[in-house]
C-alpha cells in the first residue's frame, strides 16, 4: 500500500476515533479546541476537519501536536492496525512488555562437594544476550 493510501487510512481512523472520544465524553469540538489551547474558532473548524470528510471525500492527517495535545490533554486514545496511540505511548511508556515473573531452576545435586579444604571447584559463568539470561555452572567435586 502506498504513503498516500497509508496516511489517509490513518486520517480516516483517526477522525473516526476523535469524533466519537468526544460524543462519548460529551465534549464539543469548541470545548476541545479550547482544552487543547487553540483559538475556540479555528481551532473547532481545525478538529470538524478530522472529523468529517471535505467535499472530496478526504480528511487531513493530523500533525503531531494536535496529536499530542489530544493524548495529553483530554486523554484520547485510539486503536490503528493493532497499534494503541495514546499518551503513554507517545513518551516511550507504552513500549515495555510485560514483566514474567521470575521463575525458579530447581538443579539437584547429590554428590559431596567440598569448597573449605580447596579440593573441589565451582565456575559460574553469565551471559546476557538481546532478551534472555544464560547462566553455566560447572562443579568439579573432590574425589
Do not use: W
Request: aromatic share 8%; hydrophobic share 35%.
Amino acid at each position: 500500500m502506498a504513503y498516500g493510501a497509508d496516511s489517509a487510512d490513518f486520517a480516516r481512523a483517526f477522525g473516526d476515533a476523535l469524533d466519537q472520544f468526544l460524543r462519548e465524553k460529551g465534549i464539543t469540538q469548541s470545548d476541545a479546541a479550547a482544552q487543547l489551547g487553540l483559538d475556540k474558532t479555528t481551532g473547532k473548524a481545525r478538529l470538524n476537519t478530522y472529523c468529517h470528510d471535505s467535499r472530496k471525500g478526504s480528511r487531513p492527517t493530523p500533525d503531531a501536536r494536535i496529536l499530542y495535545l489530544l493524548c495529553t490533554r483530554l486523554g484520547f486514545d485510539f486503536k490503528y492496525r493493532g497499534y494503541k496511540i495514546s499518551a503513554a505511548t507517545l513518551n516511550g511508556k507504552g513500549l515495555s512488555l510485560a514483566e514474567k515473573p521470575v521463575e525458579q531452576l530447581l538443579l539437584q545435586f547429590d554428590g559431596q562437594f567440598n569448597l573449605t579444604n580447596q579440593t573441589g571447584t565451582a565456575s559460574i559463568s553469565v551471559k546476557r544476550p538481546p532478551g534472555r539470561i544464560e547462566v553455566a555452572l560447572t562443579l568439579k567435586g573432590a574425589l
